[in-house]
């Protein structure tokens, strides 16, 4: 029974170092720029890593030390924290699963379109009392004027691959016709009717096409790339954690087995 409980207590240390890809993807999305201004998905993968790590201690405690009512709480509660993060998994993927950029001519980067996303997302950023508040946040940041220091001329930033959010907020729609003075500052457009975003846009540095559709759109697109990537860290931490579940519940299993035959020898004796 000792060397189960051992295994038990071993089981739970893999489970407590599992959680340190989930805090880390939480706290990596915390930090950028744009998920910081949204604001989202970073704490309840925070928080749902750190109640992995505080279950799989209490596993890790009640197997060492032979806690029996301590790891039944472990494999309980580690069951619903598994299929919580099996939740948020699917549910990442399901939100990010539409959306894509637009190709347009003599242009190396992609536009984007609000409709293009799912109808969760967008409404994360339609409210105008929340897109105020995102909007004042990434207005904060340098992501335009680097633009300026990077790029001189009108056909070395046409071929840049500027990322979705700078795409939608630094610059005004291809299709408005605007001409190139900076990448932040642009005149004489052809088309103003052909989309609401061509009379959004303003030279005004604190303003550019922060108001426009396609700096929400952008800004989705980023959001569903980062989550992408932290969706896929938390998919394999999902699989391990399951592995190392069930691995559990058989040594927490012949634990008990052990200890009804140790029982029973000592009553036969």
């Known amino acids: 029974m000792a060397l189960s409980n051992n295994v038990i207590g071993a089981i739970n240390f893999v489970a407590m170092l599992l959680s340190i890809p989930i805090i880390g993807a939480g706290i990596w999305l915390a930090m950028e720029p744009d998920n910081s201004c949204v604001k989202i998905l970073q704490w309840p993968v925070i928080i749902l890593g750190i109640l992995i790590l505080v279950v799989a201690l209490a596993g890790f405690v009640g197997g060492f030390w032979r806690i029996p009512w301590l ?3 472990y494999l309980i509660a580690m069951l619903i924290l598994i299929i919580l993060l099996a939740c948020l998994v699917v549910f990442i993927y399901m939100v990010t699963v539409r959306g894509s950029g637009h190709l347009e ?3 190396a980067y992609l536009e984007y379109h609000l409709d293009d996303f799912s109808g969760w ?9 929340k897109w105020d508040r995102i909007r004042s946040c990434l207005s904060a940041t340098d992501m335009c004027s680097e633009l300026n220091q990077s790029y001189r001329m009108a056909q070395d930033f046409f071929n840049a691959g500027i990322t979705p959010l700078q795409s939608g907020c630094c610059k005004p729609p291809t299709q408005c016709g605007y001409t190139f003075v ?4 642009w005149i004489s457009p052809i088309n103003n009717a052909a989309d609401m975003d061509c ?8 303003q550019l096409c922060y108001n426009c559709d396609s700096c929400k759109a952008g800004l989705l697109a980023n959001l569903k790339k980062e989550w992408r990537r932290a969706d896929i860290i938390l998919l394999i931490t999902l699989v391990a954690l399951i592995w190392v579940y069930l691995i559990g519940c058989c040594a927490f299993r012949n634990a008990k087995t052990e200890d009804l035959f140790r029982r029973y020898k000592q009553g036969y004796t």
């Open 121 to 129: 997302l967008r409404r994360r950023v339609q409210s105008s009392y």
């Open 71 to 73: 790891l039944i709480f």
């Open 182 to 185: 900076n990448p932040t500052y």
């Open 105 to 107: 001519p003599s242009r």
């Open 199 to 206: 009379l959004n846009w303003n030279n005004d540095q604190n």
